[in-house]
C-alpha cells in the first residue's frame, strides 16, 4: 500500500490565466479528499507556472511538499525556489533536446495523480496523457480535450 499519494502537472506551455484559479480548487480536493501531500511540478510554461504558484498559497495551508523538477541545471526562472527544486540523475547525461521528455517521464513515474491542461492531441503533452492512462494514474485534465475519447 502507498503512503504517501503523489501528483504531477502536464501541460501545454500556453495555458489561460483561468486556469489558476481551477488548479487550486482541484488540488485543495486531492489534499483534502485523496491525501495527496507530495508534487512534482515543471518548469516550463505557463501551465507549470500556476501549477507552481497556487501550490505556494496552498502550502501556507497544507503541510504539502513541493518538489520542482529540472529538466536543465543552468535555466531556473527566477520565481522557483531553487530549495524546492531537485534535478534527477536520469537527467545528467540526457540531450538538451530530450530532457523535457526526461523530465516529464520521471514525474508521471513518480505520481498516482495527474493535473493536466491539454487542449489537442497533437503535442507531447498529449503523449504523456496516453502514458499516465496506461499506468492507471487518476487523471484530472483542466483543459478542453474530452478525456473520454482518448
Known sequence: MISVYCC???????????TQNKLYNVIELLIKEYNVTTFYVGTHGSF????Y????????????KI?????????????FDREKTIFPDVLEKSPFKFAVIKRNNYMIE???????????TFSNSYNFIKKAISKKMKIIN???LDMNKI
Do not use: M
Open 8 to 18: 504531477t502537472f502536464i501541460g501545454h506551455r500556453d495555458c489561460v490565466p483561468e
Open 48 to 51: 507549470d507556472y500556476y501549477a
Open 53 to 64: 504558484t497556487t501550490l505556494c498559497e496552498l502550502e501556507k495551508i497544507y503541510d504539502i
Open 67 to 79: 518538489i520542482v523538477v529540472l529538466a536543465y541545471l543552468n535555466n531556473i526562472p527566477d520565481y
Open 110 to 120: 513518480k505520481s498516482q495523480f495527474l493535473i493536466c491542461c491539454i487542449d489537442h
Open 142 to 144: 483542466l483543459g478542453k
